[in-house]
């Protein structure tokens, strides 16, 4: 039994084995192709774990809450799983904060795999490594799998898409352009947290949010709550109201419940970010024209210097592939 | 003459009437196909004006600094567009704070042109709207336009890729996540600017980012200044830097400049995310199965359900297409 085949990977993870575990991350991250033909195998299997996204601005202390939330989970005895999506740089593809920086006193803990993505690539590219890494770690018995992600915006939409109950982290004294972002993404928010609610203005903020949450015209409305991770406040409550949201979407293996219609929403949206990169890699490869340039390449020189314009431009490059207009 | 017709349109755009420059952008915001007519009949005309772009973590401060910026421009006679990429909600599509909330002491100067975009949709969203309204007020002869983001992260990716130069924009004493996000960005700045330098921690801040800087392998070590847009400090020396990285980058109609390259690679990455959304368009047309379902649909609740891996339904949705495997 080797661990780089991905038959013998795949019932090693089953089996619970740490390092079966660990290697498909790693695959995952590669994005070897080992990853998806566990996957492939074990499909049946997914969709066992309850996906928790952890997001909010920076700056907001997600990884200690995370961490807080983790260690309670643990104290229950469940196996728990967390993906910390980090931003790294698109050009130089690597992570900034290894593994060991964050939650080190779970570090140890067998019942805890901790694993940072990166947001390899553009288009789509951290939907798909968080998504392959949430996988993993379903297969590999996890109970919760918390989905931690730094930033404001586009993540947060990415991110909510497969998870399950989405907690939006804020805290108190947000900024004019705060303001903006918390609206921007309130629908993504199934339960709100004003953390570092020991500082002054946490009541304001909560009070804030929820203004804006009365806005709202979703079929159910977000519980706003406070909390301290570093002090240790709040947290039994926040997590009552995860379990709360959790029990309002149903089991997720009943096709008509809510949680069942959000993970069909999730799917559709992951297939459709893998067939646009499967599309980019097919452009990619294009075979050179007669002047030996790479098609893309040549309609991305026209396009820059005003020989033509992009509409026209990617017209040509899918007939190209033999997607003609439709 | 009439300002629905794509024709007529661009020839008073071209003459400089300010009604069809704000026709244009709104039918370039509504993704009205006679906004890519326009562009279409007039491809040759564009690319003349200098892309700013105007970033950083929220709550820096960057519409006062662009603000400023944009008066000085105006002092010197040009004429300036701005592209304000509001954070909006993918799931309403509206933007939320709208033209009038933003620089209204430039509102009533003819000289200048302001339009906020929302980032509707998902993938490729935002960098498609800020394309379109960029073409389009290089087309009604900006000199400048000066495009800027909220948020951290991807928007930056996406943001530089149509910009000739980008400044990065941060504020004194930022936390631990900002600290990653401020790395992970580093290469997508070209200057980098701490504004309300009156503000404590400021020369710190300056000298960490000088710190990371010196890590980095880029071709051209950025400049690290200090300014504060509410005092209208330092603002002459970063309009200097600003316009030296311009001169380092080249004229970009000449094919063999910096400047030319870097468009390129903006045209070429513009061109994927345009295929890549004619993709989505055409994966959402499929014709309805035997059993009247969707096919994106149907294979997205097996993927749900457990009963398909996502990769051999990405194959199964391409197959439909047209596109079997390579």
């Known amino acids: 039994m080797s661990l780089d085949d991905p038959d013998d990977l795949g ?194 903020t909560a009070r804030e949010v929820n203004a804006m949450l009365d806005l709202s015209h979703a079929e159910r409305r977000p519980p706003v709550l406070l909390a301290s991770a570093l002090l240790g406040e709040g947290l039994e409550g926040l997590w009552g109201a995860i379990e709360e949201h959790r029990a309002f979407m149903g089991d997720p293996r009943d096709p008509a419940s809510r949680a069942a219609a959000r993970r069909r929403a999730g799917a559709r949206h992951e297939l459709v970010g893998l067939a646009q990169r499967r599309l980019a890699e097919r452009l990619a490869a294009l075979r050179l024209n007669e002047r030996g340039e790479a098609p893309l390449d040549a309609l991305a020189a026209q396009v820059a210097r005003g020989a033509l314009d992009p509409f026209s431009a990617v017209e040509a490059l899918l007939a190209e592939l033999g997607l003609g207009s439709a």
């Open 11 to 204: 019932a090693r993870l089953l089996a619970g084995e740490r390092r079966a575990a660990a290697r498909l991350l790693t695959w995952a991250e590669r994005e070897d192709p080992r990853a998806e033909a566990v996957l492939r195998a074990h499909a049946a299997r997914l969709g066992r774990a309850f996906v928790l996204g952890v997001t909010g601005p920076p700056g907001s202390g997600k990884s200690t809450l995370t961490n807080e939330l983790v260690k309670r989970l643990r104290a229950q005895g469940r196996r728990v799983g967390v993906v910390a999506v980090d931003p790294t740089s698109p050009f130089t593809g690597g992570a900034l904060l290894g593994d060991r920086v964050r939650m080190n006193d779970l570090a140890t803990d067998p019942g805890v795999f901790i694993r940072s993505v990166g947001t390899r690539g553009h288009l789509g590219g951290l939907s798909r490594g968080t998504s392959l890494a949430v996988r993993a770690l379903d297969l590999f018995g996890c109970d919760v799998v918390c989905v931690e992600t730094v930033g404001v915006g586009q993540s947060e939409v990415d991110v909510i898409r497969v998870c399950d109950t989405t907690l939006m982290v804020l805290v108190p004294g947000l900024g004019d352009d705060i303001q903006a972002i918390k609206a921007g993404v309130m629908e993504v928010g199934d339960v709100f947290v004003v953390n570092q609610a020991d500082r002054d203005g946490a009541q304001r």
